[in-house]
């Protein structure tokens, strides 16, 4: 069955850097567009990056433009998310999203925390 299973979440002070990672089985990877999504406490979630099926396009929330980069690995089924500069208010779960380009099925990891406090 499909799994998506996030690392790299941990408490960061204001200004580090943390790595993500979404690695993926029992899919074809390269045929999923990816995307990480966060939620912070009492909020909505909400869209943070997404990367097509190869790599080629990419999209950012205006809140973390310029200091997040969402990558992929299509040989190792593996999506990142490098984020440096971070805020308090990056403070939430972030989870990893596989929506199947061809369906439109969807697919969610069950999350990682990222803590950023002094």
């Known amino acids: 069955q499909v799994q998506l299973v996030e690392s790299g979440g941990g408490l960061v002070q204001p200004g580090g850097s943390l790595r993500l990672s979404c690695a993926g089985s029992g899919f074809i990877f390269s045929t999923y567009v990816m995307s990480w999504y966060r939620q912070a406490p009492g909020k909505e979630r909400e869209l943070v990056a997404a990367?097509?099926?190869?790599?080629?396009?990419?999209n950012y929330a205006a809140s973390v433009k310029g200091r997040f980069t969402i990558s992929r690995d299509n040989g190792k089924k593996t999506v990142y998310l490098q984020m440096n500069s971070l805020k308090p208010e990056d403070t939430g779960v972030y989870y990893c999203k596989a929506v199947a380009i061809q369906t439109l099925n969807a697919h969610w990891g069950q999350g990682t925390q990222v803590t950023v406090s002094s």
């Open positions: 990367i097509s099926n190869t790599g080629g396009s990419t």
